[in-house]
């Protein structure tokens, strides 16, 4: 994009707003639209309100463009063109990548609103201004004057301008008053006398002021426009940090002012029904709220004490989970018909496995999901109950007062249940009740943690688990890992490097797939966020008990003779699973190498 004072010429025309007419000229210029849609157009922006934006009005008739691919027009893609047409440059406003706290110390939030534009980075030498009008500059010289730095002006979405100039300003005055109003109340505390004052006036439980409830009601509804999967808060020694997992990778998104975070922390402890006093020992809890769409999504609280305060993580529980079919998970027609020819059977333990965040629960969930019909008694021993679900009855580990997983299952077995889900099998005792209860007649399903299916064996033998009483029930294990989807949108297909052949040849072991044709790569842009990725589904590797490897399960069994044994019955491991998702444009190379477990120096 060239400089925006290359736009001069056209700003001599008497720094008029953009006009209608004028827009959808080019655009006719441009074969983009018809002269009826033109038409339909002009017409609309009689229903429109006074001031609405221009390429609002267009965007609102949901145009397809007349050039191949015959793209929707929508506001994002219509503010690009018009970029390109009047030489400027264009920006996307992603809230997360934006200092709120210095932009809108350039101007007041009046200033912004009357001007129509947003300030969006403030460096040493600029101010760069998001505007909507591209031939609106009279006010450039006189803001120079006021900040002492060179202006640049870049073109973005109205809409977002309009948006973020409200909810940028009223962040910023939000914490703002927050940091103000608790350093005073920090140092008052070093007077007893004041102190006591405090108390009388409640004073310091500062958590339900307006303006720190602000600030946690945008934590959230950004954490769940970004699609994030957990929220970090971090204390630090001066600040602290917010960062979001999205798609399995933390992205830091602001640092406030430690006294905001301690107010912000004590705010989500008391929806979460915690003892915001207590701040040396770790604490659970669990809030249900719901996202600016009004789907109902709960978040579970995790607190622990740190060196520099509390941090606190909040875990986001999409409740569409529950109705996604395996397919959408990630399951191939062989995984589902493995998976189903063990969940099927009256009797017997199932095991999935994989490191935390590998998408073991939502496995789990899934499959009760499909069994908790009306004729079967399903229930569930947990730590803690991760998504509460209405079709299954839920038990929660209680370490306070000594109910654990074996405690739990105990109780549960004369409950008369068909379908038992403990969370997880982390000792003896637990491992003792899930095969109780599967020799009396139960299914049990619980997740364990080892790198791969093969493995769960050899970690159950550790635990103590008799060999004889695995092969009288384990009936398979489901070893799972979670890859990045590419973002369908922007992903590019491209030809096999030769470092890409020879690691295709490492992931397609011992099954020797050929390479496709071609691999598609990750290349970003609005819609994933320019991280070419989109979402994350499972690859996979199941293991049924045959014959065969139960003559295997010994005391000293050998895991590498039981891998192999499980790949000649047809066993697909993680890395070949994770390969055929390449070979169908689902995911990148780079991205199954990263995450899926190495193949073992014996080929398997």
């Not at 200033?111 to 403030?122: D, E, I, T």
């Amino acid at each position: 994009m060239s400089n925006p004072a290359s736009l001069a010429p056209r700003a001599h025309q008497g720094d008029q707003p953009l006009v209608l007419k004028d827009i959808l000229k080019m655009m006719l210029e441009d074969q983009l639209i018809t002269r009826d849609e033109a038409q339909l157009a002009m017409e609309a922006r009689h229903l429109q309100k006074t001031g609405t934006h221009p390429l609002v009005i267009i965007a609102d008739k949901k145009f397809k463009s007349m050039q191949p691919p015959h793209r929707l027009l929508h506001l994002e893609w219509l503010t690009e063109w018009l970029a390109g047409k009047v030489c400027m440059e264009y920006m996307h406003i992603d809230p997360l990548k934006i200092n709120f706290a210095t932009v809108t110390e350039v101007m007041s939030s009046a200033y912004a609103a009357r001007l129509k534009v947003l300030p969006v980075q403030v460096s040493s030498a600029e101010v760069v201004i998001a505007t909507a009008e591209p031939h609106v500059r009279d006010w450039e010289v006189e803001l120079q004057r006021v900040v002492h730095k060179n202006i640049r002006r870049v073109l973005a979405n109205p809409q977002d301008i309009e948006k973020f100039q409200i909810e940028f300003y009223k962040l910023a005055a939000s914490v703002k008053k927050a940091n103000t109003g608790d350093q005073q109340q920090r140092s008052s505390l070093t007077n007893f006398e004041q102190l006591v004052d405090l108390g009388e006036t409640d004073r310091q439980f500062d958590a339900n002021e307006q303006h720190i409830v602000r600030i946690v009601d945008w934590l959230w509804q950004y954490a769940f426009d970004q699609r994030a999967s957990d929220i970090h808060i971090e204390p630090r020694r001066d600040v602290g940090l917010v960062r979001f997992r999205i798609d399995g990778v933390l992205h830091q998104v602001y640092q406030l002012p430690m006294t905001v975070i301690n107010a912000m922390t004590s705010r989500i402890k008391i929806l979460g029904r915690m003892d915001v006093v207590e701040k040396r020992r770790p604490q659970d809890g669990r809030i249900k709220t719901r996202t600016p769409a009004g789907m109902e999504v709960e978040l579970r609280l995790s607190t622990l004490p740190t060196a520099f305060g509390e941090k606190l993580v909040m875990r986001i529980f999409d409740p569409e989970v529950l109705v996604r079919s395996f397919a959408e998970l990630g399951f191939t027609d062989e995984d589902l018909q493995r998976w189903e020819s063990m969940t099927k059977q009256p009797n017997g333990i199932i095991l999935v496995t994989g490191p935390t965040g590998s998408g073991k629960t939502t496995t789990l969930y899934s499959t009760l999901k499909q069994l908790a019909t009306s004729e079967v008694n399903v229930c569930t021993v947990e730590d803690p109950i991760e998504m509460v679900e209405e079709s299954f009855n839920q038990m929660q580990v209680l370490a306070n007062i000594d109910l654990g997983f074996a405690q739990a299952v105990r109780a549960l077995m004369r409950q008369d249940p068909d379908i038992i889900m403990i969370g997880e099998i982390r000792d003896l005792e637990t491992a003792d009740m899930a095969i109780q209860a599967s020799l009396t007649g139960h299914l049990v399903l619980s997740t364990v943690h080892t790198n791969d299916a093969p493995a769960a064996i050899t970690r159950l033998l550790d635990l103590g688990v008799p060999s004889y009483l695995l092969n009288a029930t384990v009936l398979g294990i489901m070893g799972q890992r979670l890859v990045r989807t590419l973002c369908p949108h922007c992903k590019r297909a491209d030809d096999m490097t030769p470092e890409e052949l020879v690691e295709w040849d490492k992931l397609a072991l011992p099954f020797k797939a050929p390479p496709p044709a071609k691999v598609y790569r990750p290349v970003g842009c609005l819609e994933c966020r320019n991280t070419g990725y989109m979402g994350r589904m499972g690859i996979y590797e199941t293991m049924l008990m045959s014959p065969a490897i139960r003559q295997l399960v010994r005391p000293d069994a050998d895991l590498a003779a039981i891998r192999n044994v499980a790949c000649r019955e047809g066993m697909k491991p993680m890395r070949v699973s994770g390969a055929l998702k390449i070979a169908k444009g689902l995911t990148a190379m780079d991205e199954v190498v990263r995450i899926a477990p190495p193949a073992d120096d014996d080929g398997a």
